[in-house]
């Protein structure tokens, strides 16, 4: 199998178990004096080979062992679907309860249902659960799950003692590249620890959790709004500051503040935990009120036809769910006359970059698209769109030299997805918002070491790209 690619949960995919006790929460796990808060990340390490396009599993439980004869205290409070490879370096709330306090000796995580979409470049046709991937070609397989649970109980974290005034986050390390076979089944190889502040720079020590859903209600007495998720319908209440950036302009909303938010809006939200509740520190539009609409990573773009190839990585219409799903590859239609966003807030685009119209495509990019019509033909899913938003996408590389005058980094060692197309380097732009995970900022970067980064993706040549840094992560496989 070719170079190496990296998948990613490299995220901090928040496995967020936020065990501290959500008002909304729908958990049935104990309450009242006592209680500990905690909350769970997760972590990726990713595969040699394919391009990983997306990593979809089911996370069927998760509990903690008490110490001695004590029954096991489960940490999550219904089974939840994940696609992981859109979140290198950020989370994903999945639920959050309160656990007794006491001393427990290990961690279990159950799995089931893996499926992943890869771009087969091995020069080969690759055959995977009875389905046949001719190289070149993107396809949706359904891997087996060689092991089912994976009990975490070594030390130094274990034995954990929890009391109600010591909380603790737990960071699961999921490693992709030891859990991914070389036949491509999955066994999973995870590690956990305790997540103490690793976040440098433009961050306030705590992890920050993506939510993607609809707007419920809008509370302007308290700066806050509910959202429902579309994955597992969960309806988190998310309270907004002085400090939360909007990001409605190229949306239309010229006061681009709280007032822009309306019942029925998509929207992606950037989060923080604490004592329960949830504060965003970013809000962005996703698509016009009461418009379903899909995220993902674009894999292909075809400009005669006015079309780009995009798997898909989150979901919100609901009317659809039969049709579309996680990790499926769709093609875009986009219409005359359809909008181009940038989704990504706090960022100010330099001179020659812009995302204004079908050209500023490319390959990598994380996009939404409002859905405007959707039909299917030979097992194959084809939609059109009216609106396109540039996401903060998730890549990885290796550095190959730093700037630390211009507060930029070159990484190679790209993605196949990326050299199949052209783009051999990526060059990436930081500035002081952007967030360092792992390593002290810029100046601590050095060549040769493996990063992951996210921020906004654009054109910059016919061999090269350029990202927009809002957050880095040191990859600790280094």
Avoid at 297 to 316: C, G, K, P, R, Y
Avoid at 351 to 364: D, R
Wanted: hydrophobic share 40%.
């Amino acid at each position: 199998m070719g170079g190496r690619t990296w998948l990613t949960l490299a995220l901090g995919v928040t496995l967020a178990v936020f065990l501290a006790g959500c008002s909304n929460s729908t958990s049935t796990s104990p309450s009242g004096a006592g209680l500990a808060p905690v909350s769970m990340t997760i972590h990726d390490t990713p595969p040699t080979g394919v391009s990983i396009l997306s990593f979809e599993i089911h996370i069927t439980g998760a509990s903690l062992q008490p110490s001695g004869s004590g029954q096991a205290v489960s940490l999550m409070s219904a089974p939840d679907e994940i696609e992981l490879e859109h979140l290198q370096t950020s989370s994903a709330l999945l639920g959050s309860t309160n656990v007794p306090a006491g001393t427990y000796s290990s961690l279990t995580v159950t799995f089931a249902n893996p499926q992943i979409t890869i771009l087969n470049d091995t020069g080969s046709t690759l055959t995977v659960g009875g389905t046949s991937c001719a190289n070149g070609q993107v396809c949706e397989l359904q891997p087996a799950l060689n092991q089912a649970s994976v009990t975490v109980g070594s030390s130094p974290l274990f034995p954990l003692t929890l009391s109600a005034t010591s909380g603790v986050t737990l960071q699961l390390d999921f490693n992709i590249n030891s859990s991914v076979q070389s036949d491509l089944s999955v066994t999973p190889t995870v590690t956990v620890s305790s997540a103490n502040s690793s976040m440098q720079n433009g961050s306030d020590g705590q992890e920050d959790m993506e939510l993607v859903g609809v707007v419920g209600t809008v509370d302007t007495s308290n700066q806050s709004f509910t959202l429902q998720t579309g994955l597992n319908n969960q309806t988190d209440t998310i309270l907004t500051t002085s400090n939360t950036e909007f990001g409605f302009a190229e949306a239309g909303c010229a006061a681009n503040n709280f007032g822009c938010l309306a019942p029925g809006q998509v929207v992606k939200v950037e989060a923080q935990m604490a004592n329960g509740q949830l504060t965003a520190t970013e809000v962005d539009p996703v698509a016009l009120p009461n418009t379903a609409a899909v995220m993902g990573m674009v894999v292909s773009v075809n400009a005669t036809q006015n079309q780009f190839e995009m798997v898909l990585n989150d979901i919100q219409d609901s009317q659809d769910s039969a049709t579309l799903g996680l990790g499926l590859p769709v093609m875009v239609t986009v219409s005359s006359g359809a909008t181009f966003n940038l989704g990504v807030g706090g960022i100010n685009l330099p001179s020659g970059l812009t995302f204004a119209g079908f050209a500023n495509l490319m390959v990598g990019q994380e996009v939404s698209a409002a859905v405007s019509g959707l039909s299917t033909s030979n097992g194959s899913v084809t939609m059109n769109t009216s609106q396109v938003t540039l996401e903060a996408s998730e890549l990885s590389g290796t550095i190959q030299s730093v700037d630390s005058g211009n507060g930029t980094f070159v990484l190679t060692n790209l993605s196949p997805l990326f050299t199949a197309n052209g783009i051999t380097q990526i060059l990436v732009q930081t500035d002081g918002n952007t967030q360092f995970e792992d390593v002290a900022g810029l100046s601590s970067l050095s060549t040769t070491q493996n990063v992951s980064v996210s921020g906004a993706l654009l054109e910059n040549g016919t061999s090269s790209a350029e990202l927009l840094a809002t957050a880095v992560r040191l990859r600790l496989d280094n």
